[in-house]
């Protein structure tokens, strides 16, 4: 059964003050590892997918890293509106094409 | 390219009633797959369609059932509400064949009273 565990549950930052959240996971074959926002009361927006250990990926401030075990995402210079909820997701072969999704970590990113 | 788009988005029923939720993929999508979120459980799998076929099911009793059109527009219902189904359905779509990015609609908001 894949599993995924995301830390810390929940994160505030001062404006410009960088940091990683971190995506932990156990699964048989991975297909795709993918990293979501989530705003309150909204659905997850997609951000990235990292297929294999060694690959990174950057959009504006943020730049997602994966190994054979976790991925990080790297939020650089954060600003208020980076202020959201990130789900972390794996696929693998033995998970029949769903998602499983970590319970997210909330951040917070004081002007 | 316009969204997944979710109907209603905001739902109020009580107790022993019955509920269908709508989705509309991104074009060109012909996968549809169902999520219940809640804040003690997160994001739980419902069901996958791809092509009219139900291809994965989470693990959810018999009461949530879905389906999917031949224009890839899906449907779930729920029967039989109980006060435990009030959540955040999410509907999200993808291409569906081998690859596994999904995107999400805006959800319905499911209140039982």
């Given at each position: 059964e894949d599993q995924v565990t995301q830390s810390p549950e929940a994160l505030r930052l001062q404006e410009g003050?960088?940091?990683?959240?971190?995506?932990?996971?156990?699964?048989?074959?991975?297909?795709?590892?993918?990293?979501?926002?989530?705003?309150?009361?909204?659905?997850?927006?997609?951000?990235?997918?990292?297929?294999?250990?060694?690959?990174?990926?950057?959009?504006?401030?943020?730049?997602?890293?994966?190994?054979?075990?976790?991925?990080?995402?790297?939020?650089?210079?954060?600003?208020?509106?980076?202020?959201?909820?990130?789900?972390?997701?794996?696929r693998g072969d033995g998970s029949a094409r769903q998602l499983t999704f970590g319970s997210g970590t909330q951040l917070t990113v004081l002007p | 390219k316009a969204g997944v788009t979710q109907t209603p988005r905001y739902l109020i029923k009580t107790r022993g009633q019955q509920v269908t939720l709508s989705c509309s993929p991104i074009s060109g999508h012909r996968s549809v797959s169902w999520y219940q979120q809640t804040p003690g459980q997160g994001l739980q799998f419902l069901f996958e369609y791809f092509s009219e076929t139900q291809r994965n099911k989470g693990n959810f009793p018999g009461r949530f059932s879905g389906r999917q059109f031949s224009n890839s527009r899906s449907e779930m219902n729920v029967s039989t509400l109980e006060l435990g189904d009030s959540a955040l359905y999410l509907c999200a779509s993808s291409p569906g064949q081998a690859v596994y990015e999904q995107y999400f609609g805006p959800g319905t908001r499911l209140t039982v009273t």
């Amino acid at each position: 059964e894949d599993q995924v565990t995301q830390s810390p549950e929940a994160l505030r930052l001062q404006e410009g003050e960088s940091s990683s959240l971190n995506c932990s996971y156990t699964v048989s074959g991975l297909r795709g590892l993918f990293w979501y926002r989530q705003d309150p009361g909204k659905g997850p927006e997609f951000l990235f997918t990292l297929y294999s250990a060694g690959e990174e990926k950057e959009k504006e401030r943020l730049k997602a890293t994966l190994t054979k075990k976790e991925s990080f995402l790297h939020i650089t210079a954060p600003k208020p509106e980076d202020s959201a909820t990130y789900l972390c997701a794996v696929r693998g072969d033995g998970s029949a094409r769903q998602l499983t999704f970590g319970s997210g970590t909330q951040l917070t990113v004081l002007p | 390219k316009a969204g997944v788009t979710q109907t209603p988005r905001y739902l109020i029923k009580t107790r022993g009633q019955q509920v269908t939720l709508s989705c509309s993929p991104i074009s060109g999508h012909r996968s549809v797959s169902w999520y219940q979120q809640t804040p003690g459980q997160g994001l739980q799998f419902l069901f996958e369609y791809f092509s009219e076929t139900q291809r994965n099911k989470g693990n959810f009793p018999g009461r949530f059932s879905g389906r999917q059109f031949s224009n890839s527009r899906s449907e779930m219902n729920v029967s039989t509400l109980e006060l435990g189904d009030s959540a955040l359905y999410l509907c999200a779509s993808s291409p569906g064949q081998a690859v596994y990015e999904q995107y999400f609609g805006p959800g319905t908001r499911l209140t039982v009273t």
